[in-house]
DNA sequence: ATGAAAGCGCTAACAT
DNA sequence: ATGTTAGCGCTTTCAT
């Protein structure tokens, strides 16, 4: 059942070879002549040879494997990250080993480490909610591995950075949210150590004081990224017996969530609360009314992450200074504000 | 910068040992001192060794990389499924190389090559809606390397597969909309040559033909698996001023492409027209009315085809036969029928 | 233009 | 209990 595999050695000896000639005939080194290439090439076809590139790595040293590891890979964003990163990878000649962490710092350690063994060429991450610590990064960069953070970045670690300018974005659509008339405005907060959540948590805070609002620490709730999270932050807020007439929610997910609790207690959007998301999900347009929300770019920034990372493996012996690339978003306004 | 690799020589060395000594006790060889065995460790560690996994799998003639090979990563199906590959393969101890075919025959084709190169131990693939043959997949039976198909199966191919009942999943929805009382319905069908597709095609076919409907070849629209296909394919059924009274869609992304035309044609759904999609997406319970479809299990659909694939690897030795796995569906009935 | 020798990091089989 | 030898498939350097 199972085939050996053929190898350069085979080639040879069936042309009476020696496989070094065949290995220089492989790669297209000018040593050989065009006759006894064209041969071997034609009996690598017949033979169905297929290089063994692990060997090719290991004696190479370099390999052409790109680690990515995210938090968990059926959210829209990170499979849309993942997408970005694949087509400029393949592009490029690179293949890529996911990872996803669930959200555990353990499991993100463990697959870290096991991307090391694998003699990945590069790492692209995105920190998993319950990271508190880039020590495991840093194994990365101590051995010269190239490394993309993304998204979520950890303190204490200085690479490339790809992310959206969270506290610019949020200011702008809160100040929005203002200038349309409301006052008092609620937050759906994430994890406040997570660099995304803390940044959008600043930028409303900034955005109120900037109008003069008082921030009522009663009208900030903080949640995860979930779906249930919006839900329930929407639940405490009735329970405070504390309505908002907006509400601005750190991701399209929370936005949802809130967003069926609020019809289910026959309020009206935007007319008794309005609603503002973060991410523009697929969901966000086919809600009704469609949600008003911040536009990432997240294809476009696993594009810039993959081309990031392929610039330092290639560029590897010259010094490298890392610098963060900022996705430009764009507030889509839609009918929920 | 680029900081030299640690290994076992390197420990071996520290310790005065020989190098087969260390590599016998990381892997816990009964042969060693315990005593010894502790000093390698604590010195591995100190070292901040990685062993070299590339190094391991060539001596050893054995990968632990799984190739998974899915037309659009970032579709929510897609997604689904690799997730739910990714969590079984990292308990066994499994990683996996990502690819995207992007619905092209010759990129998967590439892919599947390179995949071969790599040395992966096993394949999970759907194929692309270009793709007719399955002569790129047998390369890997003539090597013996495991292969599971899922979803999208090709003809010709002997394999593991795991599918859900298409045909009997379309019956019954159709079926069920027949009961409801709808008796014009058109069928947004998929690309006739994906088994997906044709399957549900013939299931909707056959539903009719056992409540004795006639099939108007009219109210069967072929397109393909998108939003724009929906859209398109209603603009078709406008078109020749022919609406029937519900509309079957291939899934639920061309559901969703019909659902917004209706109510911009000014129709409401279900009593102007009912809307039956299938896969059940994310969006679907946002619609509103909320989308009536079949519910798949991609990430479940994911976990089996993974521990398929992993038995496979782990008995490769043994004869084994293809068996395949139908993933059990679920009509979830809302507001659009 | 082709061949020989060496070695990448690791493990298995066989000494000692 | 520890060490020696050899070799996985490939490439590089140095003969011929």
Do not use: W
Not at 171 to 198: D, E, M, N, T, W
Request: glycine content about 6%; hydrophobic content about 40%; charged content about 25%.
């Amino acid at each position: 059942m199972i085939k050996k595999q053929v190898t350069i050695k085979d080639i040879a000896s069936r042309l009476n070879l020696h496989h070094t000639t065949v290995s220089k005939a492989l790669r297209n080194h000018p040593d050989i002549n065009p006759e006894t290439k064209k041969r071997i090439l034609e009996t690598a076809e017949s033979l169905d040879y297929h290089p063994n590139i692990m060997a090719q790595s290991f004696k190479n040293k370099k390999s052409n494997t790109v680690g990515v590891c995210v938090p968990i890979i059926n959210l829209d964003f990170f499979a849309e990250v993942i997408s970005g990163i694949q087509n400029v990878l393949y592009d490029a000649g690179y293949t890529m080993i996911v990872c996803q962490s669930n959200e555990s710092y353990e499991r993100e350690e463990i697959d870290t480490r096991a991307l090391v063994s694998n003699q990945v060429a590069g790492l692209i991450i995105a920190i998993s909610q319950t990271t508190q610590y880039a020590e495991h990064l840093k194994v990365f960069q101590r051995r010269g591995i190239p490394l993309v953070l993304f998204d979520r970045v950890p303190a204490g670690i200085e690479a490339c950075n790809v992310i959206v300018d969270d506290f610019h974005s949020a200011f702008h659509a809160v100040q929005y949210l203002i200038k349309s008339g409301y006052r008092r405005i609620a937050h759906l907060a994430g994890p406040s150590h997570i660099s995304v959540s803390a940044n959008r948590l600043k930028g409303y805070k900034a955005a109120l004081k900037k109008n003069n609002i008082d921030i009522e620490e009663s009208l900030i709730i903080h949640g995860g990224f979930r779906e249930e999270d919006g839900t329930s932050g929407f639940e405490q807020l009735i329970a405070a017996g504390n309505l908002p007439d907006a509400i601005f929610a750190v991701n399209d997910s929370v936005a949802a969530g809130a967003f069926l609790l609020i019809k289910k207690n026959g309020l009206k959007i935007p007319d008794d609360i309005a609603l503002l998301g973060f991410g523009d999900l697929k969901i966000s347009s086919y809600l009704e009314p469609s949600l008003t929300t911040v536009r990432q770019s997240p294809h476009r920034m696993g594009e810039i992450a993959a081309k990031m990372l392929i610039e330092q493996i290639e560029h590897k012996d010259e010094k490298f200074t890392p610098r963060t690339e900022i996705v430009k978003t764009e507030l889509i306004i839609r009918h929920s504000t």
